[in-house]
């Protein structure tokens, strides 16, 4: 009898587990890198797609690259049972997740498509991917943009950024003190990863959102050194 007993509780533990892991059912996307399953707000893992009320530029004319995004993700969810492995949680309490709809793993085929970025600043997963899709001038990558990280921090409402955690801001160059990461990563308003070493036009002004202690780290990462001279 103790032994079922124990048995009955082991798999009551493995269930638990599993629905805290995986995710399975509908989905419906919310923009282009998240979507919503049985009532439960996914974020898709290392991709970072732009904001619903996003626009991108071809010229002079503006068109809404956000939507489309959202547009785009949905296509891939439509008729499909979406199942979803938790990685993490983020800090509004979203799931972030590795997702896949049929045939498509969602994170993957969002970059590759060209309508979401590689969110280098939590994992390296997905750059490749970025990259070609670059190259070829898929999705946003066939107009100029701001980068999302950018765009979420210029329209960010006051009162949600001080509900949000406080982050330690970023030291200015002097409270550095030698030995410690002085490159500047920051994504330009064309999309564009470069960096800035100290000296260069710029770095005190420049906004970084990533900080790199090498040359050959900023550029394993996917940025490009900055073609600002004195």
């Keep these: 009898m103790r032994s079922i007993i124990f048995g ?9 587990v599993t629905a805290q892991t995986h995710l399975s059912g509908p989905a419906r996307a919310g923009d282009g890198d998240s979507l919503t399953i049985s009532g439960i707000s996914v974020r898709l ?18 068109w809404k690259c956000g939507e489309e995004a959202r547009s785009r993700l949905q296509a891939m969810l439509d008729g499909q049972q979406v199942s979803c492995r938790r990685v993490d949680t983020d800090e509004y309490g979203r799931t972030l997740a590795i997702c896949t709809a049929g045939r498509w793993e969602l994170n993957k085929a969002m970059v590759e498509a060209g309508w979401a970025m590689a969110f280098r600043r939590y994992s390296v997963a997905y750059i490749a991917e970025e990259m070609s899709a670059k190259a070829a001038g898929l999705g946003i990558w066939s107009s100029e943009f701001e980068a999302p990280t950018d765009y979420r921090h210029r329209n960010q409402p006051r009162q949600s950024f001080l509900a949000r955690p406080i982050a330690r801001p970023l030291a200015r160059q002097s ?56």
């Design 175 to 230: 409270d550095y003190s030698p030995g410690q990461c002085l490159i500047k990563g920051n994504h330009s308003r064309k999309g564009e990863w470069i960096y800035h070493l100290p000296g260069m036009p710029y770095y005190e002004q420049t906004r970084a959102e990533e900080m790199f202690c090498s040359e050959a780290e900023a550029q394993a990462a996917g940025y490009r050194r900055s073609r600002a001279h004195n």
């Design 8 to 16: 009955a509780f082991l798999a009551s533990c493995s269930v638990a």
């Design 45 to 62: 893992y290392g991709i970072d797609a732009p904001e619903l009320g996003q626009n991108c530029r071809r010229g002079s004319v503006q």
